[in-house]
């Protein structure tokens, strides 16, 4: 069993800061990418930022230069630093990863139940 346990979320003012972070839990073998994706109210899910093996990252255009992802490979865990949040950055976040367990033989995608960010104008 494999978990994805996400935290940060909250209510922040335009212009502020956030820090979530998405630590995974189980018997994991090993971890491809991780990543975090959001959805606004009546939009459709969206990825944010991901961050593969060999240190390679990618972001959504419209939070290029805000947003920074970093994963903590010993602790599995990723974190999304958002900075000079704008109200069109509200929705649930959701983290991601690709793994692989210890019983598995085929890479796999979780994810978390997702946590609510909220920028107020």
Not at 94 to 107: D, P, V
Request: positive net charge.
């Amino acid at each position: 069993q494999v978990q994805l346990v996400e935290s940060g979320g909250g209510l922040v003012s335009a212009g502020g800061s956030l820090r979530l972070s998405c630590a995974a839990a189980g018997t994991i073998a090993s971890i491809k990418s991780m990543g975090w994706y959001r959805q606004a109210p009546g939009k459709q899910r969206e990825s944010v930022a991901t961050h593969s093996l060999g240190y390679i990252t990618k972001y959504a255009d419209s939070v290029k230069g805000r947003f920074t992802i970093s994963r903590d490979n010993a602790k599995n865990t990723v974190y999304l630093q958002m900075n000079s949040l704008k109200p069109e950055d509200t929705g649930v976040y959701y983290c991601t990863a690709q793994l692989i367990t210890e019983w598995s033989q085929a890479w796999d995608d979780y994810w978390g139940q997702g946590t609510q960010v909220t920028v107020s104008s």
